[in-house]
Structures are given as structure tokens and as C-alpha cells.
């Protein structure tokens, strides 16, 4: 069984940094498609960033040149970081993990995932 367990969430003014880990356990591949998804305060998920299982990463537009993603497979860990904050940025973030072969594209467009943390939370103020 996969577990995901996120951290690094917290408040922060707009302007500011952040950087999420999820750590993955069980019987995960290194190539598995990891990615992020976020809650919004109305309630609207949003994929956010995906590695796919070919390595090709995507974004959604809002965080383009704001957020990076990245793997470290040694240590089983998938990582956001996220730069100049805004407020419309705030929300619970999810990491997934998918036992699928697809590109990162398909996951930021759908936020599908099969496995799921329990999310971590980002406060962004003005």
C-alpha cells in the first residue's frame, strides 16, 4: 500500500516562499506519475504541478515560473516549491501518486490520482 505523508505548509505574506515535501511509502515505483493538487477555500480542486511516469512535468498556468517540482527517488520524496505567493494560491494542497503511465499534463488538467496524503495546508495574506 502507498502512503503519502505531506509537510512544509504554513502562512505566509504575499511575496513569500514556501516549499511542500511529500515523503512516499510502500510499494511505490520511482516512475510513478507524483504530483500536486489543491483545495481551494470555495472548494475547487486544481491540479498544480505532475511529474508523469516519462519524467515530462506540467503546470498549471497561474503557478508557471512561480513553482517548481521535482523528485529526489533516492529519497522518495516529491517536492513543490513555491515563489511569490498570491493570495488566490491558498489552500489545502494534496500530494498524489498514480500507478498509471501518462504524462504530467494529464494530471495538472484532470487532478486525478489514485493515492493521496492528507494535505497540508498554505495561508497566503495581503
Known amino acids: 500500500e502507498v502512503q503519502l505523508v505531506e509537510s512544509g505548509g504554513g502562512s505566509v505574506q504575499a511575496g513569500g516562499s514556501l516549499r511542500l515535501s511529500c515523503v512516499a511509502s510502500?510499494?511505490?515505483?520511482?516512475?510513478?506519475?507524483m504530483g500536486w493538487v489543491r483545495q481551494t477555500p470555495g472548494g475547487t480542486r486544481e491540479g498544480v504541478a505532475a511529474?508523469?511516469?516519462?519524467?515530462?512535468?506540467s503546470y498549471r498556468d497561474s503557478v508557471k515560473g512561480r513553482f517548481t517540482i521535482s523528485k529526489d527517488n533516492a529519497k522518495n520524496t516529491l517536492y513543490l516549491e513555491m515563489n511569490n505567493l498570491k493570495p488566490e494560491d491558498a489552500g489545502l494542497y494534496y500530494c498524489?501518486?498514480?500507478?498509471?503511465?501518462?504524462?504530467?499534463?494529464?494530471?495538472?488538467?484532470?487532478?486525478?490520482?489514485?493515492?493521496w496524503g492528507q494535505g497540508t495546508r498554505v495561508n497566503v495574506s495581503t
Open positions: 510502500g510499494n511505490i515505483p520511482s516512475n510513478y506519475p
Open positions: 511529474i508523469g511516469s516519462d519524467g515530462s512535468i
Open positions: 498524489g501518486a498514480h500507478n498509471g503511465s501518462l504524462k504530467g499534463a494529464y494530471y495538472v488538467a484532470s487532478a486525478n490520482f489514485h493515492y
